[in-house]
Structures are given as structure tokens and as C-alpha cells.
């Protein structure tokens, strides 16, 4: 071989790629040897894949897989950025779910947080009839979900002579998470005769008795809105005289002018 071409160590070295993943790569067609000698299987670079394996030396340190790192190698430098700018968005707003779940779990051992649990109240819910529209959703997708139907099902009730201005509540029947899509229900009540259309689906949702708390504007968005959740199983947990009955929601308007309650039905 030419002397400009390098022995794969000596190419590694200079590119701070291991043996190892050279190897990983030349597998996975990502950083192909210019040429490999068929008489002693030695593998040999060219000079000009270094700028290549020294990117794939940087975005593996980022700690991203190999199958993502040969999508962001093939794309142009400003497309690259974009993409990593939005993974990086995403990194961070993982990172303040898994601290906020840490600090769960302190807030937990330590019996919650006071401020919270203070405002947890018992109330008596009548029965009444809601149409609804349920669907499998993510937590990027879930407020614009939320809005969507709630939307649409006004829009029913007032193309139905109704008056389309009932209270809404949002269950989560299964877990939401950045990971798993859970099944998510938009109910709003209402009083009169409804057909249903399309996927919404009526349904009489039955007295209950609830635990509440209505949401502090501080702690309305994700993930800070887990501390409601948590403060109510907290307080839950501590009482032998209550048990949860069914998934938790939220509910909207909620009481003494919160935007909404996070409730759960309880049984005695």
C-alpha cells in the first residue's frame, strides 16, 4: 500500500476511534477501510475519511447509537444541526422528568409536600351523561389531542342544539409517557338528547366521591404537575380509611379559580 494510507491503529489513534469500533463500523458500513489486504486481513484508511471517523468519534459520545449516528452523518451540516438541536431538546426535557421523579421520591419518604397535601379536599360528584372521545397518545401528543376533542365534541353539542359548555375532565386510563402511548379518554357532560357521530361515544358516568386538588398555576404544566398527582397518593397512602377506585383525571374548570383539579374517585 501507498504510504499515505494508515494501518487501522494508526488510523484509530489519530481519529480516537478504538480497534473496536472501527471494527463496529466497518460491519455496520459506516466507516468502510479504503482497502483490506486479502493476504494477511490487515485494514488500511485513507487520509481523507478522517474528518468523517472523527464525526462519528464525536456524536458517539454524544451516547448516540450507531444506526442514529449513520442517519446524521449523511446528512449536510446545517440539516445535522437542526437534528441535533431538536435531540438535544428532547434530552433535556427527559433529564426534568427523571430529577422530578428523583425528588418524588425524596418528597415521598419525607411524607410529601405539605403545601400540596393542605389542600386536598373530599367531594360528592352526581351522575351525569358525558360524551367523550378516547385515543392512544404520547406525552408530545397528548395537549394537542386534548384540544382537538375537546373542540370537536362542543362543536357536536352545539350543532345539536345543545349548549356545548359543560365541564370537561381528561382521564388517563393507562400510563402516558415520552415512551408508551396510554389510552387517553376527553369527556364533557351534558344535559339533553345527543346522537352520537363518528368516534365520539356517550356514556353515563356514574355518582362518585373524589379526591381533589386544584392545580397551583406554578405547578400546571409537565413535569411539575406530577407533584399534584404525587401529593394525592401521598395523602391517599397515609389513610387506612380511603382507597383509590379507578385512574385519576383532571378536571376543567377547576374549583377556586384553578385552571383544573387533578381528581381521584375513591371508595371508603
Known amino acids: 500500500m501507498s504510504d499515505s494510507y494508515l494501518l487501522a491503529g494508526r488510523f484509530g489513534a489519530a481519529t480516537r476511534l478504538s480497534p473496536k469500533a472501527l471494527r463496529l463500523y466497518a460491519e455496520q458500513g459506516l466507516l468502510v477501510p479504503a482497502h483490506v489486504d486479502p493476504q494477511t486481513g490487515y485494514r488500511y484508511y485513507a487520509p481523507e475519511q478522517a474528518p468523517r471517523a472523527r464525526l462519528i468519534a464525536r456524536l458517539r459520545r454524544l451516547g448516540l447509537p ?30 426534568a422528568e427523571q430529577t422530578e421523579g428523583v425528588r418524588a421520591l425524596a418528597r415521598h419518604a419525607d411524607g410529601g409536600e405539605p403545601a400540596l397535601a393542605t389542600a386536598i379536599s373530599l367531594r360528592e360528584i352526581e351522575a351525569s351523561k358525558v360524551v367523550s372521545r378516547q385515543r392512544h397518545v404520547g406525552v408530545e401528543a397528548l395537549d394537542d389531542f386534548v384540544a382537538s376533542a ?16 359543560g365541564p370537561m375532565s381528561v382521564h388517563c386510563h393507562s400510563l402516558v409517557s415520552r415512551d408508551s402511548e396510554g389510552l387517553v379518554e376527553v369527556a364533557i357532560a351534558y344535559e339533553g338528547s345527543l346522537e352520537p357521530a363518528g368516534d365520539l361515544r356517550l356514556w353515563l358516568q356514574p355518582a362518585r366521591r373524589e379526591a381533589y386538588l386544584p392545580v397551583p398555576r406554578a405547578y400546571e404544566d409537565f413535569p411539575l404537575v406530577l407533584r399534584v398527582y404525587d401529593a394525592i397518593e401521598a395523602w391517599l397512602d397515609a389513610r387506612s380509611d380511603l382507597s383509590c ?19 381521584y374517585p375513591i371508595t371508603l
Do not use: K, M
Open 66 to 95: 450507531v444506526a442514529r449516528v449513520g442517519q446524521l452523518v449523511a446528512l449536510a451540516p446545517e440539516a445535522r444541526a437542526v437534528e441535533l438541536q431538536t435531540w438535544l431538546s428532547a434530552q433535556n426535557e427527559l433529564l
Open 150 to 165: 375537546e373542540a370537536d365534541i362542543r362543536a357536536h353539542l352545539r350543532g345539536s342544539g345543545l349548549p356545548g359548555d
Open 245 to 263: 377506585s379507578d385512574s385519576p383525571c383532571e378536571t376543567y374548570p377547576g374549583t377556586g379559580g384553578a385552571r383544573f383539579d387533578v381528581a
